[in-house]
Nanobody
Framework: QVQLVESGGGLVQAGGSLRLSCAAS????????MGWYRQAPGKERELVAG???????QYGDSVKGRFTISRDNAKSTVYLQMNSLNSEDTAVYYC????????????????WGQGTQVTVSS
């Protein structure tokens, strides 16, 4: 099976930076798009950033200009560099990947990591 493992979360002061990582492991044929979502208490899960297999990024409005998503296909890893953090960025951040598991089947499967907590103190 496929597993996504996030790391890099923690406690940071407002204005600081964190870099999240998400590595995919297991058996799969190809990773298509990857992304980061977040969910704060009492709020719906929202898209933070996504990146296609070709490296084209997209960002949620609230993080444009502050966050940068990237990927290393050789390591099956996606990163999220978060700068100028503020208290509204406090949330559990989840890695997401659209994965083709088999060469003989074009079916895509949506996988999620366990989440990593990001807490920004004021």
């Amino acid at each position: 099976q496929v597993q996504l493992v996030e790391s890099g979360g923690g406690l940071v002061q407002a204005g600081g930076s964190l870099r999240l990582s998400c590595a995919a492991s297991g058996s799969f044929y190809r990773i298509n798009s990857m992304g980061w979502y977040r969910q704060a208490p009492g709020k719906e899960r929202e898209l933070v950033a996504g990146i296609t297999s070709g490296g084209s990024p997209q960002y949620g409005d609230s993080v444009k200009g502050r966050f940068t998503i990237s990927r290393d296909n050789a390591k099956s890893t996606v990163y999220l560099q978060m700068n100028s953090l503020n208290s509204e960025d406090t949330a559990v951040y989840y890695c997401n990947a659209d994965i083709r598991r088999y060469s003989w089947a074009t079916t895509r499967n949506d996988y999620w990591g366990q989440g990593t907590q990001v807490t920004v103190s004021s």
